[in-house]
């Protein structure tokens, strides 16, 4: 994402600094309330204002942003805990495992009965 920010930015700001240099006059603002007569450049005013918005924008995205971010650490709070508590269900696990190895070593296995056998007491009647 921020490599395609780059690509639409770069020239914006480019565009943005020759339209500056290129309009090197004079301003003049007069501020009725306070008697006041400002010159400014029209490049820096450019400049200015272009940055200010630039800077109240990315502002934005960033408040526009905050309930994703909130989710996120609550996300990976509940992460952690459930981390927590797959290790514990593990180690019970694994002690589990070895508890029902050493059973199955202790009681002898029942031996494999093979397919003939298995196919001949198909076709057998039950003695009840």
């Known amino acids: 994402m921020n490599f395609l920010r780059s690509i639409i930015e770069i020239p914006i700001f480019i565009l943005v600094i020759v339209l500056a240099a290129i309009n ?7 501020l009725k309330p306070f008697n ?4 400014v450049s029209i490049s820096v005013l450019i400049l200015a204002l272009f940055f ?25 709070k509940a992460h952690k805990a459930l981390n927590k508590e797959h290790e514990k269900l593990t180690s019970n696990f694994s002690h589990l495992q070895q508890n029902f190895d050493h059973l199955k070593v202790s009681v002898p296995a029942e031996p494999k009965v ?6 001949a007491n198909a076709f057998k009647f039950k003695k009840d």
């Open 114 to 119: 093979s397919f003939k056998t298995k196919f």
């Open 36 to 39: 006041l007569d400002i010159s």
């Open 52 to 76: 200010l918005g630039y800077l109240a924008g990315r502002f934005d995205g960033y408040m526009a942003g905050a309930p994703t971010r909130l989710k996120l650490r609550e996300q990976k």
């Open 24 to 30: 090197n006059d004079f301003a003049k603002f007069s």
